[in-house]
């Protein structure tokens, strides 16, 4: 084969394959949801607990860059595995106007609950344009319990033995975490929910032992093979996504989001996570 055509062949074939991989970034992945299981082990965790479900969802992103009957489809797959519990942590809208606050309500007749219980708290983009309108948070606040989701802001929850604290967003006008650590309790099982994972890094825990279930990344989105993420919107670019031990008696999970604030994923699918609770050892 003569150079000029090899040439020629390998640039149809690589133009071919960006094409392929463009196409499938753009339509295929943003909806490839992925159920994760894993185990959760909590200390003091009730015997009646043991066995128990904790669905954790993030970063829907409801707006009018994205399909939400993608977001009304994977609630309907997720209800059929019907949790225990169910936690959202953060980012219901991409906030441009209240076209989206409607947009979300009609999701949210399709909201995935637990047999047990609902918690929620808010992340960055609930807060509207630069993260600073208080009136969008109440409003997605209030859309949210109006349907039984029980919102956490800088406040605890106990359910059956189980104390859930819920931070406001890190970036939000609303960021008191000292208010949520003060709900700690050590004599009960704990789970902090945290939108953004760079508030592990401050020094605001009290000692805190549990999980924190985190969102906010994306898991960065598109992850060239073999290389970390191209865009993390986090400080500490260890906080990708997944489990996180922070050696200190805190783990922290980071969930890769159900939603896209732009439609492209690569190599970082959507998930659900589906935690088995357990007694820690």
Same mark, same amino acid.
């Given at each position: 084969?003569? *150079? #000029?055509?090899? =040439?020629?062949?390998?640039?149809?074939?690589?133009?071919? +394959? %960006?094409?392929?991989?463009?196409?499938?970034?753009?339509? &295929?992945?943003?909806?490839? =949801?992925?159920? $994760?299981?894993?185990?959760?082990? @909590?200390r003091n965790l009730p015997d009646a607990l043991v066995g128990k479900t904790l669905m954790q969802i993030s970063d829907v992103h409801i707006g009018n860059s994205f399909d939400y009957q993608y977001i009304i489809d994977a609630f309907k797959e997720?209800?059929?595995?019907?949790?225990?519990?169910?936690?959202?942590?953060?980012?219901?809208v991409t906030y441009e106007d209240n076209e989206q606050i409607t947009q979300l309500r009609e999701v949210l007749k399709f909201v995935v609950k637990g047999t047990l219980g609902t918690i929620g708290i808010l992340g960055n983009h609930d807060y509207? &344009?630069?993260?600073?309108?208080?009136?969008?948070?109440?409003? =997605?606040?209030?859309?949210?319990?109006? $349907?039984?989701?029980?919102?956490?802001?800088?406040?605890?929850?106990?359910?059956?033995?189980?104390?859930?604290?819920?931070?406001?967003?890190?970036? %939000?006008? !609303?960021?008191?975490?000292?208010?949520?650590?003060?709900?700690? !309790?050590?004599?009960?099982?704990?789970?902090? @929910?945290?939108?953004?994972?760079? $508030?592990?890094?401050?020094?605001?825990?009290?000692?805190?032992?549990?999980? =924190?279930?985190?969102?906010?990344?994306?898991? %960065?989105?598109?992850?060239?093979?073999? +290389?970390?993420?191209?865009?993390?919107?986090?400080?500490?670019?260890?906080?990708?996504?997944? &489990?996180?031990?922070?050696?200190?008696?805190?783990? @922290?999970?980071? !969930?890769?989001?159900?939603?896209?604030? #732009?439609?492209? *994923?690569?190599?970082?699918?959507?998930?659900?996570?589906?935690?088995?609770?357990?007694?820690?050892?």
């Amino acid at each position: 084969m003569k *150079r #000029r055509s090899f =040439i020629k062949k390998s640039f149809r074939w690589l133009a071919g +394959l %960006g094409l392929l991989t463009g196409f499938y970034s753009w339509q &295929i992945e943003p909806f490839w =949801i992925q159920f $994760v299981h894993l185990k959760m082990p @909590l200390r003091n965790l009730p015997d009646a607990l043991v066995g128990k479900t904790l669905m954790q969802i993030s970063d829907v992103h409801i707006g009018n860059s994205f399909d939400y009957q993608y977001i009304i489809d994977a609630f309907k797959e997720a209800q059929e595995l019907r949790p225990d519990f169910v936690v959202y942590t953060g980012d219901y809208v991409t906030y441009e106007d209240n076209e989206q606050i409607t947009q979300l309500r009609e999701v949210l007749k399709f909201v995935v609950k637990g047999t047990l219980g609902t918690i929620g708290i808010l992340g960055n983009h609930d807060y509207g &344009i630069d993260f600073v309108e208080e009136p969008i948070a109440k409003s =997605i606040t209030e859309s949210l319990e109006d $349907v039984g989701v029980t919102m956490l802001r800088n406040d605890a929850v106990e359910i059956a033995g189980l104390n859930f604290l819920g931070m406001d967003d890190f970036w %939000g006008s !609303n960021f008191y975490p000292e208010k949520t650590i003060e709900k700690y !309790n050590p004599t009960k099982a704990n789970i902090t @929910l945290c939108h953004n994972p760079d $508030v592990c890094d401050l020094p605001v825990w009290n000692n805190f032992t549990g999980w =924190i279930l985190s969102g906010h990344t994306h898991g %960065g989105q598109v992850k060239p093979p073999f +290389l970390p993420p191209l865009i993390l919107p986090v400080k500490n670019k260890n906080y990708d996504a997944g &489990i996180k031990d922070l050696n200190d008696g805190r783990t @922290l999970y980071i !969930n890769r989001a159900l939603g896209c604030l #732009r439609q492209v *994923r690569f190599n970082v699918r959507p998930e659900i996570t589906v935690f088995k609770l357990l007694k820690e050892v």
